[in-house]
């Protein structure tokens, strides 16, 4: 019932684009995405509640496809600032939030 | 600007003991989370709580209890501490439910051994 992200690690260069998806077997109510850097509290990033829905701000945008089963998030021209683990959640009901396992994504310079 | 405020940071307990985590939010936001993350994994639903007074159980609530009697607060409980609870503890609030396009806002997170 976990959204499952691929891939589980990446790394990049300054300067190169990334992009992690989190899928479903189900078609999902709405899709969360957070950014967690190590030892500290999850950011929130985004999120897409609407089949086909596209959002974006500064270099970082996500994707939620027509039958709500796949989000891709989209890292272009990464920046140092951008290493953590990316995590996508999703409701199993209303509030039982389930969180994929995380992409840990290293910008080395 | 505390936002979500969770107290101790660290904590060591040995088998067997018992300990509450704190949390506490000052955005008035009705609804409460609580998580635990293990090393390199994602995070686990403990209890959730949508008011005060309303709880209900996550995907992995053995083991814990909760409370809701303000709004504000929404405590963790273990009871018998065991070591597959060594983990870190993450509360969270949002102003609306999980298919709303509300944020979860997370605590700094309290780092739990048990020995």
């Known amino acids: 019932q976990q959204p499952v992200q691929s891939p589980q690690a990446v790394i990049l260069r300054e300067g190169e684009d990334a992009v992690i998806n989190c899928s479903s077997s189900?078609?999902?109510?709405?899709v969360h995405w957070y950014r967690q850097k190590h030892g500290e509290a999850p950011i929130f990033l985004m999120i897409?509640?609407?089949?086909?829905e596209q959002k974006g701000h500064d270099k970082i945008s996500a994707s939620f496809n027509e039958k709500k089963q796949q989000s891709s998030l989209y890292l272009t021209a990464s920046q140092l600032s951008y290493s953590g683990t990316y995590f996508c959640?999703?409701?199993?009901?209303?509030?039982?939030?389930?969180f994929g396992a995380g992409t840990r994504l290293t910008v080395k310079p | 600007n505390a936002g979500v405020t969770q107290t101790p940071k660290f904590r060591i307990l040995k088998i067997g003991q018992s300990m509450t985590l704190q949390c506490a939010q000052d955005?008035?936001?009705?609804?409460m989370y609580w998580y635990r993350q293990d090393p390199g994994m994602g995070l686990k639903l403990i209890y959730y709580?949508?008011?005060?007074?309303?709880?209900d159980k996550g995907e992995v609530p053995n083991g814990y209890n909760v409370s809701r009697s303000t709004t504000e607060d929404f405590p963790l409980r273990l009871e018998l501490a065991a070591p597959s609870q060594t983990s870190v503890y993450f509360c969270?609030?949002?102003?609306?439910?999980?298919?709303?396009?509300?944020?979860?806002?997370f605590g700094d997170g309290t780092r739990l051994s048990i020995l």
């Open positions: 969270a609030s949002s102003k609306a439910s999980g298919v709303s396009n509300q944020p979860q806002h």
């Open positions: 189900k078609a999902l109510y709405s």
């Open positions: 709580s949508v008011g005060a007074g309303i709880t």
């Open positions: 897409l509640l609407k089949g086909g």
């Open positions: 959640g999703s409701p199993y009901n209303n509030n039982d939030m389930r």
């Open positions: 955005m008035n936001h009705n609804y």
